[in-house]
């Protein structure tokens, strides 16, 4: 049996005050079943472990270097988010990858570089709406996910999986519970064949999850939580949400 994992993506979002009002509410919402963790601005990491230190809440980051250490202005490592306590670290966001130019390849050594400090890569791979109306969705999030299987070799039944179709993400557009379960039931048997685990490992569905569509969603055989961007930042919908997956 797999446990639900609900992770709240916070992107450029938030404020000392607004990180504190949201967090005591999600501590004080406890318990509400399942792993739950979030994701913020590498600049709130610490005062988010802080918070959050001794509740069963778990946080991350949004992005981390593939470089161990070095001469890499503005990138953060993965040590140092260790050092900062971080279980998850998000890797190949579609906006990373769209606004950034991430290739498949720095995706696969990001994950690489966490899972060596001991941090959860939550590897995202989706498709654009080009894509989909293409008819290339399985060719598009298999190779994305093969190149970060490839390079984890036998680490790779230790990741996490965020399947978020492009056009879903921030537009209110959500995939349907079946569209969004036939892609994880591929994502699954892709996983399972390369590590053996895939009935183990956790895949979440993220783009407009909302505490009205999250059971529906949650309730697919191969979808095991959720990843929030919009409605993270809002503690009642946020633990909705958990609680939809439970
Ligand atoms: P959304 O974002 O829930 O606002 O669609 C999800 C994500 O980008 O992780």
């Known amino acids: 049996m797999r446990r639900k994992l609900v992770v709240g993506n916070w992107k450029m979002h938030g404020s000392r005050p607004a990180n504190a009002e949201l967090l005591a509410a999600l501590v004080a919402a406890r318990p509400y079943g399942g792993d739950v963790a979030v994701c913020v601005p590498f600049v709130y990491i610490q005062e988010t472990a ?15 270097s593939a470089h161990e250490q070095g001469a890499y202005t503005g ?30 390849a720095l995706v696969a050594g990001k994950a690489q570089a966490a899972l060596a400090r001991g941090i959860t890569p939550i590897v995202c791979v989706g498709e654009t709406l080009e894509q989909r109306d293409a ?35 921030g ?4 995939a349907t519970p079946e569209q969004a379960q036939s892609v994880h039931a591929l994502l699954r048997a892709q996983l399972q064949a390369a590590t053996g685990h895939g009935e183990r490992m956790r895949i979440l569905y993220g783009g407009s999850v909302k505490a009205d569509n999250a059971a529906t969603l949650f309730a697919q055989p191969d979808i095991d939580g959720g990843l929030i961007g919009g409605a993270s930042l809002k503690a009642a919908d946020f633990i909705a949400i958990c609680r939809a997956a439970n």
């Open 50 to 64: 802080a918070t959050l230190a001794g509740s069963d809440l778990r946080w991350g980051a949004q992005d981390v």
């Open 75 to 104: 990138e953060v490592s993965a040590a140092m988010l260790a050092e900062c306590g971080c279980r998850y670290a998000l890797v190949g966001h579609s906006e990373r990858r769209a606004y950034h130019g991430e290739s498949d």
């Open 135 to 169: 008819g290339e969705t399985e060719a598009v999030v298999k190779r994305q996910l093969s190149v970060v299987i490839h390079q984890l070799a036998h680490c790779a039944s230790e990741i996490v999986v965020a399947y978020e179709p492009v056009w879903a993400i």
């Open 171 to 174: 537009t209110g557009r959500t």
